[in-house]
Every structure is written in structure tokens, then in C-alpha cells.
């Protein structure tokens, strides 16, 4: 099966030299050195320095935030590359598939809200710093714990760092959790193969004969109970 990011590659290589396409975004095209498809706007996109480049995406955000869908799925386009990224980085989201839906519908999300009052420039690196912040705040509390770096902790290096670190906090809080009852040993080893080793849930249910929901309910059950327990733990 064809991953998202596949598939949006796909639709792309089929709207990206339509003319009615080319058509409905005019002055995004007009913006782009007077591209005649959005293909060409792509390109330019691609090649243009900052301030050219910013000065089309900010018309498709402009009419993106107006409705205008198409205009979204070509920004969204344009930013695959970040958005691949984010989908890399953000492993705790689960598997390769569950972190780019994720991280397309973030981006997508972030587009169409876009502040325009408020942040009328640097479009891109705006709608990706928004949308890691919604990645953020969808990952499972325990695993956020898990990987907070302090702040003496050191940028890039200490990033890096944040995913071992995490996996071997994971792996302690799932054993304590299976040694005092709060989640049963499959499902804490759900969570396990596929947070910290990134097994797709679809294979993890096939190895149970169990419908991919049916895992990936458990997991989210598992989780809940590990989260409601480290809040009381803290309250306490």
C-alpha cells in the first residue's frame, strides 16, 4: 500500500500541469515569474531566494485561509520536504505510516489557520514550527516525559540524543506498569514494538490475528492508564 506521502506525490504528477488548475491560481502563478502551471510554480519555489520564494507562498496561504483548497494542497506540496521531516522526528507518534498521516494533516491544519495579521512573512518555517507544536502536544504525556532534554541540555546534540533516552525511560515505565497491574503484559509490549521499535500496527495486529483498530484501541487504552498513573504518582 502506497504511504501518504506517496500518494500526495502521486495526485501531484496529475494536477501539477492541469490548466484549470493553472487557471484557479492565476495570481499565485502570476507571483511565481508568471508561471504557466503549478508545476512551474514548484520549480520556481524551489530555485527563487527567500523573498521570491515567500512571496508566493504567501499568496496560495492567503487564499488558502479563504477557502480556497486547492491553494492548500499546493502549499502543502511545497512543503513535503518539511514535512517529511517532522514525520521522521516525531517517532513517538508510532508507526512510519501513522507519523506522515500525522504530519501531513498538522501541516495541512496549520495552512488553513494561518495567521495572516499576525505573521505576514517567513509563511514555511511559520506553518512547520506550528505544526511540530501540534505534533508535540498530540504525543502520549508519558513518552513527552520521557523525552524532555533540560535546558542545559545542548540543541541539536541533546535532540539527537532525546529518542535513546526516551526508549530506555519507556521500556522501564512499561515493566514497572506490567509488575503492578496497570497494563497487561501485551499491551505494554504493543506499546513497546511499535513506540520504541516502530512496528506498524497493522503487522503487530496480523501477528495476533487481530484487526489493526482492535491493536491500535488497546494501545491507546494502555496508554491512557500509564498517563493517569504517572499524573497520580505526581499528585501524590
Not at 488558502?64 to 514525520?87: E, H, M, Y
Not at 509488575?179 to 506499546?191: Q, R
Not at 506498524?200 to 489493526?212: E, I, K, N, Y
Request: hydrophobic share 50%; proline share 3%; charged share 25%.
Amino acid at each position: 500500500m502506497a504511504t501518504v506521502f506517496e500518494q500526495l506525490d502521486r495526485e501531484w504528477s496529475r494536477i501539477s500541469h492541469s490548466r484549470p488548475a493553472a487557471r484557479q491560481l492565476r495570481a499565485v502563478c502570476d507571483a511565481a515569474g508568471g508561471a504557466r502551471n503549478l508545476a512551474e510554480v514548484e520549480r520556481f519555489v524551489r530555485a527563487a531566494g527567500a523573498v521570491e520564494a515567500d512571496r508566493v507562498l504567501l499568496a496560495l496561504v492567503t487564499a488558502a485561509v479563504d477557502g480556497c483548497n486547492l491553494a492548500a494542497r499546493v502549499l502543502l506540496q511545497l512543503l513535503l520536504p518539511g514535512t517529511r521531516s517532522l514525520a521522521r522526528r516525531w517517532w513517538a507518534l508510532g508507526d512510519t505510516d501513522e507519523r506522515a498521516a500525522a504530519a501531513v494533516m498538522a501541516v495541512y491544519h496549520r495552512i488553513k489557520h494561518y495567521p495572516l495579521a499576525a505573521r505576514p512573512g517567513r509563511v514555511a518555517a511559520n506553518i512547520l514550527m506550528d505544526a511540530a507544536g501540534e505534533l508535540r502536544r498530540a504525543v502520549p504525556r508519558l513518552i513527552l516525559v520521557a523525552t524532555d532534554v533540560g535546558a542545559d541540555g545542548g540543541g541539536r546534540a541533546a535532540e539527537a540524543a532525546a529518542p535513546a533516552h526516551a526508549a530506555d525511560e519507556l521500556a522501564e515505565i512499561l515493566r514497572d506498569a506490567v509488575a503492578a497491574g496497570i497494563v497487561a503484559a501485551d499491551d505494554a509490549d504493543i506499546i513497546a514494538r511499535s513506540r520504541i521499535g516502530g512496528a506498524r500496527v497493522a503487522d503487530l495486529a496480523a501477528g495476533r490475528g487481530l484487526r489493526p483498530r482492535t491493536v491500535w484501541d488497546r494501545r491507546q487504552r494502555a496508554e491512557r492508564a500509564l498517563m493517569h498513573n504517572r499524573l497520580s504518582l505526581t499528585a501524590s
